[in-house]
């Protein structure tokens, strides 16, 4: 059984619309993280959340923005789609935020924006 | 050897043979990750090596870390098939940071 569920798998939006990216971990963890792998580039950090509290933000656009309506969840809401937001986004969790945490990923939701 | 804004690389081995991925960090870290990540799939943690650590095992595989050259890599003995996959590394940026800078992985190929 998957422990961290990203749903849904694949997404196609049209430009300017709005998008929620769903995340559910099943591992008791404590600390929650989103991550943006596009085309060719590193993983690059997006949030991450400790106890549903919001701990850091790296992204630039406020057109992102994570909801956590209970602690083994943290949405991403994506708003004004542009095309640059096509990516792989990634979820993830650790038992607690920190880096000598395990982490572990969610199997990411595709996004293509036309 | 894979850090930051580097292209992915590829490497292609025969099954059986024994590869090394290096990664190199710019800050001080406390720990390393090595992850793999299978094609359509999220990142899997392999193996994690704090910096109290020279060498960690598990399996075929051995990660190494080098504090003093900031450098950290990660050896598959007899590689199989199986093994195909990307390989990041990934650090916290800063000393205790939580904000995981990953590496731009290596593509390796196992053929049989």
């Known amino acids: 059984d998957p422990k961290i569920i990203q749903k849904p798998k694949y997404l196609v939006a049209v430009t300017g619309s709005e998008k929620i990216l769903i995340c559910e971990q099943y591992l008791g963890h404590n600390a929650m993280y989103w991550y943006r792998q596009s085309a060719k580039k590193p993983l690059e950090f997006m949030f991450s959340?400790?106890?549903?509290?919001?701990?850091d933000n790296q992204t630039a656009s406020s057109r992102f923005q994570p909801q956590s309506s209970k602690k083994n969840h943290l949405d991403l809401q994506i708003t004004a789609l542009k095309p640059d937001d096509s990516a792989t986004y990634f979820c993830?969790?650790?038992?607690?935020?920190?880096?000598?945490?395990?982490?572990?990923f969610g199997s990411g939701t595709r996004l293509l924006v036309i | 050897s894979q850090w930051g804004e580097e292209n992915l690389q590829a490497l292609s081995i025969q099954e059986g043979e024994d590869v090394t991925m290096n990664c190199s960090y710019k800050?001080?870290?406390?720990?390393v990750h090595w992850y793999r990540q299978d094609s359509g799939r999220g990142p899997a943690l392999i193996i994690l090596?704090?910096?109290?650590?020279r060498e960690k095992r598990s399996g075929r595989l051995r990660a190494t870390l080098d504090t003093s050259s900031q450098s950290s890599s990660l050896s598959i003995t007899a590689a199989q098939c199986e093994d195909t996959a990307v390989y990041f590394c990934?650090?916290?940026?800063?000393?205790?940071?939580?904000?995981?800078?990953f590496g731009a992985g290596t593509r390796l190929k196992v053929i049989a």
């Open positions: 959340y400790s106890y549903q509290k919001l701990m």
């Open positions: 090596i704090r910096s109290n650590e």
């Open positions: 990934a650090t916290d940026a800063k000393a205790g940071n939580y904000k995981y800078v």
């Open positions: 993830a969790s650790s038992h607690h935020r920190g880096a000598n945490s395990d982490y572990t």
């Open positions: 800050t001080y870290t406390t720990v």
